[in-house]
């Protein structure tokens, strides 16, 4: 099974800041994915992080506010940007491998105040 | 549409029970079923994947089966022990476009 590293695993921030939440896997993987879990709901998918390419974004999810990087195909990040309250939720990172098995990071809980 | 429901929606027990925590789903037409449990503020942890060729399978204290023509899953759980209290989500990987249909979850308690 993949392993998978997420960076931070929490963090408080202010309003109208962005932060990067990186996601490292140790073997390469050809889908990555990023979710969103916001406080007592289950799994939102928020994008496929494509190695290479732009990422490929669900409805009601934009680039601009969630701009997600796939430099290789162990490494992404995801950027909230110009957060607020309302971006208060658990990211989490996960990947697919060829056995069908989704396996997640262990998430970053991130607060705005 | 595919639909996937979870009931109950949260158990509570006492250690050493056996227990089936349940996973319906709509459209029969699923590529595979996942169980997942995920402790309070962290990720999920991967826990079964049956395919839709199979009909269960087994890790340690822990049984799931598939029903496609029923569409139900059941995940069993052997002499459960404190440590297993957490939220279970069962989630369906649909046929036709490989999308990934989420259950709200299953919060179990187990009591000392």
């Known amino acids: 099974s993949a392993v998978i590293s997420q960076k931070p695993s929490r963090d408080i921030c202010q309003r109208g800041t962005s932060l990067t939440i990186q996601c490292q896997v140790d073997s390469q993987v050809t889908m990555m994915f990023w979710y969103r879990q916001q406080p007592g709901q289950s799994l939102t998918l928020i994008a496929t992080a494509n190695q290479g390419s732009e990422a490929t974004y669900e409805s009601g999810f934009v680039i601009d506010k969630f701009p997600i990087s796939r430099p290789n195909l162990t490494f992404s990040t995801l950027t909230v940007s110009n957060m607020s309250p309302e971006d208060s939720s658990i990211y989490l990172c996960?990947?697919?491998?060829?056995?069908?098995?989704?396996?997640f990071g262990e998430g970053s809980r991130l607060t705005v105040l | 549409k595919q639909e996937v429901t979870q009931i109950p929606a949260a158990l509570s027990v006492p250690e050493g029970e056996n227990l089936v925590l349940n996973c319906s789903f709509t459209?029969?037409?699923?590529?595979?079923l996942q169980w997942f449990r995920q402790d309070p503020g962290k990720g999920l942890t991967s826990l079964l994947l049956i395919q839709s060729s199979q009909r269960e399978q087994t890790s340690g204290r822990l049984n799931a089966s598939l029903d496609k023509s029923s569409g139900r899953s059941t995940l069993y759980i052997a002499a459960s022990q404190p440590g297993d209290s957490a939220t279970y989500l069962c989630?369906?990987?649909?046929?036709?476009?490989?999308?990934?249909?989420w259950g709200a979850g299953t919060k179990l308690i187990i009591k000392p």
């Open positions: 996960s990947v697919l491998q060829g056995t069908g098995e989704l396996f």
């Open positions: 459209d029969s037409a699923i590529y595979n």
């Open positions: 989630a369906v990987r649909r046929v036709s476009n490989y999308q990934l249909i």
